[in-house]
């Protein structure tokens, strides 16, 4: 099983930025997101599909269909720039990590 | 919640890499999924395996022949081992621990520890 994510993404301050994770039968899986900056350990930004930990900013939001899932920032701030990777849990599937996006604001 | 890796920062090819997860305040035993994701230097994480509160434990089926993760209860700590090491399990090895009893996602994170394996 394969994960698929875009290498880059660029958004404007203020604007919206849509990463997207592709795969086959998503629907079948959770799918969560992490946040890693530069020498930090990741932070979990979305998990079960659309649900947010607490004291993630409600810019994030996410969605999925059967083919991909995408984490959306609404409003990116300059703080928002890290590399962000798509994760899936389900039956004999759990864990399995996209390659991951790095994502620049300016 | 905090976590913390602990073990060698060098292993010899061929030879068993062992790292131990300190928990505290929280008990393994109470439920949630544990676990270590690992991420070699300039590259993107990678799963290694979980294991549950029952001792329940589930791998990356590249690693499955190699690996096993295991409780430490008296010390409220769980064990990685990865046998037969190369330089490609060269990497900065996290634990972890689900934000749910259940399928969720990783919310805590040790701050990791570099492994290097080198003779």
């Known amino acids: 099983y394969e994960l698929t994510q875009p290498p880059a993404v660029s958004v404007s301050p203020g604007q919206t930025a849509t990463i997207t994770c592709s795969g086959e039968?998503?629907?079948?899986?959770?799918v969560c997101w992490y946040q890693q900056k530069a020498g930090q350990s990741p932070v979990l930004v979305m998990f079960?599909?659309?649900e947010r930990p607490s004291g993630i900013p409600q810019r994030f939001s996410a969605s999925k269909s059967d083919r991909t899932a995408n984490l959306t920032i609404t409003g990116a701030q300059l703080s928002d720039e890290a590399v962000y990777y798509c994760?899936?849990?389900?039956?004999?599937?759990?864990?399995?990590f996209g390659p991951g996006t790095t994502v620049s604001v300016l | 919640v905090q976590l913390q890796e602990s073990g060698p920062g060098q292993v010899k090819p061929s030879e068993t890499l062992s790292l131990t997860c300190g928990v505290s305040?929280?008990?393994?035993?109470?439920?949630?999924?544990w676990g270590w994701v690992r991420q070699p230097p300039e590259k993107g994480l990678e799963w290694i395996g979980s294991i549950l509160h029952n001792g329940h434990t589930f791998y990356s089926p590249s690693l499955k022949n190699r690996v096993s993760i295991s409780f430490d209860t008296p010390r409220n700590q769980f064990c990685l081992n990865l046998t037969s090491v190369t330089a490609a399990d060269t990497a900065t090895y996290f634990c972890?621990?689900?934000?749910?009893?259940?399928?969720?996602?990783?919310?805590?994170w040790g701050p990791g520890i570099l492994v290097t394996v080198s003779s």
């Open positions: 039968h998503l629907l079948n899986f959770f």
């Open positions: 972890v621990r689900s934000i749910l009893n259940a399928s969720s996602g990783y919310n805590f």
């Open positions: 994760q899936l849990w389900g039956l004999h599937a759990d864990g399995l």
């Open positions: 079960r599909d659309d």
């Open positions: 305040g929280d008990s393994i035993k109470r439920g949630y999924y």
